[in-house]
């Protein structure tokens, strides 16, 4: 049993990270733009977090910092897309390279010097229940934010005017322009909130989730991420289904050695990103699938050009 | 005064140069601004960076070994790219093919002599083929995207080699190392000059690069590939499939890059171990790039990056800057040029006033 209720912990804690950054992409998507750059602004996220964190700014600015930096440099990747309408997967790929270097160049000094990771939430007698105080109120506060921002991405694209508009601009961005509204404007919005979701994305994994600094920690999470909003076809409620599916597979291979498999460990490392090969085939089929992608996905466009 | 911009009539070859000179000039500037802003004198360090590692023969030398693989993949990658096949786990690729010619040079019967180098070659690049089929076999079966399912194999390619050389192909006699025992001496390149590192394998470079331009510039294929990426419905009318497309693209740039693993492997390596490749595969997306898909630019890209590597390597030695400013530059380099081409394929005026 305890060991059920510390990998279903687990899986929400592995599944926070993941999910961010895919709300993050979801509505980035949504208005029309594809930004393949999440695991660079993750890392740089999580470096920025990290350095805050070890110079003794204190938890919560180090998620400020992690996400500002990510909003940050998400703006390069605006700048490429919309002003210079560039050939967006080539700007993402540009994006996470130059991440990844300047992650690494940020995080040269950290050593293996540990930081205090962010504590669960002390809800008083709720945390004690048996059963129930572990399972649903042990977490700490950025898993319960992240659950938060489901029914809030979800609200927003579905229930408002805002949302609506969003969705127009990334369906017909031609049309959103010609009824008056400001394409790019628009859309530099959803690419900077999807920044600064990628960034504490990354925040949470190297202040919350491990606690000191690896080089290329986030280890494929950005494109993980990325897989997880096709799976879910951009909807918040089955990114956070995907979400915890991923999670579980990271935790499966945490937990695969004390469970016995008798598998090399390697074979359980690989585990996440074979699952998201076979999910991905298994969703990329059928014509439907097809009507869920934003129309104007990926599409570079530029009012009067 | 308002601004709008318009599309250029008549791109020149001059103006299509202009985009990649620009942003090598731009990543140099910036480059000094960085160095300047670590604390650097920006001259001398750029000259460290950039011109340094080339005076001498060694230099040059190590230059050319870390062009080759960059130039062999980029090579294989254009095809895909001008079809908008987005093969981007190259890295996985070159990672098969490496696995593929130990495989060979370690586990083949004694005596094959001459005949073992041709074999290991072989054996990579159907090894690279094949991790880049699964990927072309999905994308044309299910319509998969190819960009995750190639980087996920990258990812899964990483633990396969990992579970080789710390498990059953690990050398007996190499201390716990992770890593497998050297090749034979016949499944080795003998390098042109003992003095240095560099092998044959610049000849296979210029042959790919040669092979490229017979493919786009001679071949129906070359064409039919470049009018599917660019007019799909077009293509139809000259014999375009996408099914062939996505197989003739991915393929090409897998076969690429397990031939680069072989040449790594039979040449600067001589055996595998837990990491083979710093990022060749990623960067050689950016050298296809920044050769803007052209045979010849990507030989001058390949240079100019395989430098990056060489020049991040000095100044880490000599100022103790980390190497990692390698992959800041290349990203830097990239986002640069998909700026500059804004200005080669648009021009800027005035509304309102004479056009």
Known sequence: ????????????????????????????????????????????????????????????AAFVGGALAGLLSSALFAALALLFMANQSASGLALAIFGTGLSAMIGMGFGSQPVATLKALDLGGLSDLPLIGPLLFSFDPMVYLTLATVPAVWWFLTRTKSG?????????????????????????????????????????????????????????????????????????????????????????QLHGQILGLPLPSEALSALPYLATIIVLVAISQGRKRRLDVPASLARPYRPGA | MALRIEPRRNVTTMTRLLAPVTAVVLTLLFGASLFWALGFEPLTTLYAFFIGPVTTLYGISELLVKAVPLIIIA??????????????????????????????????????????????????????????GIAA?????????????????????GFILSWLVRGPWRDPMGFNFPQTALMPADGMLTPLDPRFRVTASVFFALLAVGLLWIFIAKSFAGYRLAVGGAAPRAAGYVGFSEKSAIWTGLLTGGAAAGIAG????????????????PGYGFTAIIVAFIGRLHP??????????????????????SYGIPAHITRVFQGLLLFFLLASEFFTSWRIIRSGGPV
């Open chain 1, 164 to 252: 609506l508009i969003l969705r127009m601009v990334g369906e017909s961005p031609e049309n959103a322009h010609a009824i008056g509204y400001p394409v790019l404007k628009i859309r530099l919005a959803a690419i900077l909130f999807g920044g600064a979701m990628a960034g504490l994305a990354g925040a949470y994994l190297s202040v919350a989730y491990v606690g000191i600094w690896v080089e290329n920690m986030t280890a494929g999470r950005g494109w993980i991420a990325l897989s997880l909003v096709v799976f879910a076809a951009w909807r918040p409620w089955r990114a956070l289904a995907g979400a915890v599916l991923f999670g579980g597979f990271t935790i499966l």
């Open chain 2, 75 to 132: 090579c294989g990658l254009a095809v895909g790219f001008r079809a908008n096949i987005w093969n981007i786990g190259a890295e996985g690729q070159l990672i098969m093919g490496a696995i593929g010619a130990a495989g060979v040079g370690l586990f083949a019967p004694a005596g094959l002599g001459m005949l073992l180098l041709p074999l290991m070659f072989l054996a990579a690049m159907l090894a690279g083929m094949a991790w880049a």
């Open chain 2, 296 to 317: 010849v630019g990507i030989l001058l890209g390949g240079l100019f990056l395989a430098l990056t590597y060489v020049g991040g390597e000095a100044v880490q030695v």
């Open chain 2, 262 to 277: 072989f040449y790594e492997v039979a040449g600067p390596l001589g055996q595998i171990s837990a990491v083979i490749s």
């Open chain 2, 137 to 157: 076999l999905l994308r044309a079966r299910f319509s998969t995207n190819e960009i995750l399912v190639t980087l996920m194999l990258t990812y899964i390619a």
């Open chain 1, 1 to 60: 049993m305890e060991l059920w209720i510390a990998i279903f912990a687990g899986t929400m804690t592995a599944a926070t990270p993941l999910l961010l950054a895919a709300l993050g992409e979801v509505v980035v998507e949504k208005s029309g733009v594809l930004n393949l750059g999440i695991e660079g602004m993750m890392l740089i996220g999580a470096a920025v977090a990290f350095w805050l964190a070890i110079s003794g700014w204190g938890l919560p």
